[in-house]
């Protein structure tokens, strides 16, 4: 699941530099970043939020100081680098490529983004949040928000309007199924009046995405505890409660390390006979329950994610492709114009395929490296199993003694072997349909046809056309390869088990090298089933190697060529039928749409750049 979290971490910071943030009502765009599951911090003002934030990270980077420190939500993207000796590192969203090494310089760039954002605005706080990523070997990979601190009086010369202004900030952000309240109340304060609980029973009344958090539990009036409150005795919570125990301001002044904090933590409830016993304390035990409890919110919202984004992405480009406006050009010429275009962007795209790199060559890597990989890595060995194998032939031969061999047995061992080829087969046809996909995409984009950005509208129409016929050479193929796949299935080559080899006399070998003919060890009962195994996966072993030889052959053929010689021909014949009101709208633009235009252009880049990170996960 780290791949995909990563993945979602960089959903998320695309989203936030297209301005699509989880705030506002997103207009009548659809909004991407409200879909993503994420952590959000509440709490009151120095209810200790940030402490928690810094001390589940390790680092020291948050701004500090009195009154409303957190002026904007602070969208934190942890990532566990994958080299345990790698420099950690952290990357911020407006300053994309850029890695501050000093976590200091972190915390100078927030206070200063902050600035230069509300001085701006003419505001003291705003909801439009800073994303930061940050890359170490220590971190779990989660996905955090830090909102401004909750108040109930304004202060420091504050308009009164702040108190509810950083409510509904607040309310924007938990609001969302998809969110995760992380509620922090200090223990030293009342729980009945605090800010961070009452908004989170507000927007989740259920308390199925709320998990709350004791701070300042080492500050408690002498003689009291707050262990009846994480118990669950005094105030349940449906996930519970959590107590961490930050660093003091003496302990930030004598810069004590994380490190050194957390094993004071550990020791305070190790020590204080009050927490003796409880495992829902420390610093430590809060990061692995967040990070649990994102990983299982991203596994279970991932597919609605894909699912939003490829509809929105059809969404926006129907309304696209009903766009356009009036061209001052007669029916011929027009008609003349659009097919020379098409014609020339067909020409480009079977160059790509012809000419190698970032075309054919990566079509080849699919047939020559992926499904052969992917073919491997089929769970052969589940069916290749003594135990198994003497269970599935029990059972398809009945009482009846074998004569000479288990007929009905070996059919059903080697249809369900076979079975599994077609996912792998069915695969490769559908990442070779997304290379030629990418292909139009680079076409569309290329010097080649750049006589087409002057009409947006036909360039969007000849993509989706484009994108349409592979639809259909890619179901086409899917066909074909289904149906070679069920064709090995269903007629076994008899010849094979009658010789214990090949027709053409050829050695035999199974899946894992050993020759068919090899003499088995154990019992004679083992010795019986392993012979059924070498000779079935020996035959499996045949027909893997065909496939992997017949597959790509029927790809090419039902697709990539298909889709070099008739990528356009269905438009192209539609396009020599249109009224001149049809073409007008191809090759004009209505300049009264053309800030919605512009809008959707924008929003569909955003979700084409998503969509291309979620399907580049392998789940």
């Not at 002026?71 to 490529?97: I, V």
């Not at 190698?356 to 890597?365: A, D, S, Y």
């Not at 894992?512 to 070498?534: A, M």
Request: proline share 5%.
């Amino acid at each position: 699941m780290d791949s995909v979290l990563k993945a979602v971490n960089r959903v998320s910071q695309i989203a936030a530099l297209a301005g699509d943030t989880q705030v506002g009502d997103g207009g009548s765009l659809p909004s991407l970043a409200r879909q993503l599951p994420k952590i959000v911090v509440v709490g009151g003002q120095s209810s200790g939020k940030s402490s928690v934030l810094e001390a589940v990270v390790g680092r020291d980077f948050l701004p500090r100081g009195t009154g409303i420190v957190t002026r904007r939500p602070l969208e934190l993207q942890l990532e566990t680098a994958a080299d345990p000796n790698a420099r950690e590192y952290g990357e911020f969203g407006h300053m994309a490529g850029q890695k501050f090494y000093d976590f200091e310089e972190i915390r100078k760039e927030i206070e200063a983004e902050t600035m230069r954002h509300t001085q701006k605005r003419g505001t003291i706080v705003s909801p439009v949040p800073i994303t930061l990523r940050i890359v170490s070997p220590q971190l779990p990979a989660l996905s955090m928000v830090d909102m401004p601190g909750l108040t109930k009086v304004p202060i420091d010369g504050q308009p009164k309007s702040i108190v509810q202004e950083l409510e509904n900030m607040a309310r924007d952000y938990v609001k969302h199924e998809n969110v995760i309240i992380l509620a922090v109340t200090p223990a030293n304060a009342d729980l009945a009046t605090s800010d961070a609980l009452r908004l989170a029973r507000e927007v989740d009344p259920t308390g199925e995405r709320t998990i709350g958090v004791l701070t300042k539990i080492d500050i408690m009036d002498p003689g009291t505890n707050c262990r009846d409150v994480l118990e669950g005795h005094s105030y349940g919570l449906r996930n519970g409660w959590i107590g961490v125990v930050n660093r003091g301001q003496a302990d930030i002044n004598s810069r004590m390390s994380m490190r050194d904090a957390r094993a004071k933590e550990l020791e305070y409830f190790q020590k204080k006979s009050d927490y003796q016993g409880l495992r829902n304390v420390g610093t430590g035990h809060l990061s692995t329950e967040l990070s649990e409890k994102l990983i299982s919110s991203v596994r279970r919202q991932l597919p609605n994610i894909s699912g939003f984004v490829n509809k929105s992405i059809m969404d926006l480009q129907k309304e696209l492709e009903a766009m356009g406006g009036p061209a001052a050009n007669s029916r011929g010429e027009m008609i003349h114009l659009v097919l020379t275009l098409c014609r020339k962007f067909e020409t480009t795209f079977g160059k790509l395929i012809d000419g190698g790199k970032g075309g054919g060559e990566l079509i080849l890597t699919v047939f020559e490296k992926r499904l052969p990989e992917s073919i491997e890595k089929q769970p052969f060995k589940k069916i290749l199993d003594v135990g198994y194998v003497k269970r599935v032939i029990e059972e398809a031969d009945g009482i009846q003694p074998h004569l000479v061999a288990p007929e009905a047995g070996y059919r059903r061992l080697l249809e369900e072997a076979l079975g599994y080829l077609k996912d792998p087969t069915e695969k490769s046809v559908e990442e070779v349909f997304v290379l030629l996909r990418r292909m139009v995409d680079n076409v569309a984009n290329s010097d080649e046809v750049r006589a087409l950005r002057r009409y947006p509208t036909l360039r969007r129409e000849i993509v989706t056309a484009a994108y349409r016929a592979l639809e259909k050479f890619k179901e086409d193929t899917r066909k074909m390869v289904s149906i070679m796949v069920e064709m090995e299935r269903n007629y076994i080559t008899a010849e094979y088990f009658r010789t214990i080899q090949m027709p053409d006399g050829k050695v035999m070998y199974t899946l894992d090298g050993r020759p068919v003919t090899e003499e088995p060890e154990g019992s004679p009962e083992e010795k019986h089933y392993k012979r059924i195994i070498n000779q079935v996966s020996g035959y499996v072993r045949e027909v893997c190697a065909q496939l992997t030889q017949t597959v790509p052959k029927a790809i090419v053929h039902c697709m990539v060529l298909q889709s070099k010689d008739k990528l356009l021909e269905e438009m192209s014949a539609s396009v020599a039928g249109d009224q001149e009101a049809a073409l007008k709208r191809l090759l004009g633009e209505d300049e009264a749409v053309m800030k919605r235009r512009e809008a959707l252009t924008h929003k569909l880049d955003m979700l084409r750049r998503a969509q291309s990170e979620l399907t580049s996960v392998d789940v």
